[in-house]
Nanobody, 119 residues
Framework: QVHLEESGGGLVQAGGSLRLSCAAS????????FGWYRQPPGKQRELVAT???????NYADSVKGRFTVSRDNAANAVNLQMNSLRPEDTAVYYC?????????????WGQGTQVTVSS
């Protein structure tokens, strides 16, 4: 079992910054994709940023240049540094982990943390 716990959400003014963190309580596999999705009010859940064990990162076009995803391997965690925040970034942000366990991907989700950006 893997449990994901997000922290760092809150209310911030447009142009400000927040840092989200997600710690995995269980062991992650040697091949995984660890990152963030978000769900704005009234919209579908969408990918924000991911980092895999091959050193690759993936960002939604809307956050490129503003958000940075990084790993803290010692803490078994993934972080999301969010700069230059905009009101349209308002959403519930979910930590997401895909573990490769031969021969399948196992998916885990955090409970979500609210990010609200005021105009």
């Amino acid at each position: 079992q893997v449990h994901l716990e997000e922290s760092g959400g809150g209310l911030v003014q447009a142009g400000g910054s927040l840092r989200l963190s997600c710690a995995a309580s269980g062991s992650t596999s040697s091949i995984n994709v660890f990152g963030w999705y978000r769900q704005p009010p009234g919209k579908q859940r969408e990918l924000v940023a991911t980092s895999d064990t091959g050193g690759n990162t993936n960002y939604a076009d809307s956050v490129k240049g503003r958000f940075t995803v990084s790993r803290d391997n010692a803490a078994n965690a993934v972080n999301l540094q969010m700069n230059s925040l905009r009101p349209e970034d308002t959403a519930v942000y979910y930590c997401h982990l895909n573990n490769w366990i031969p021969f399948e991907w196992r998916t885990y989700w955090g409970q979500g943390t609210q990010v609200t950006v005021s105009s």
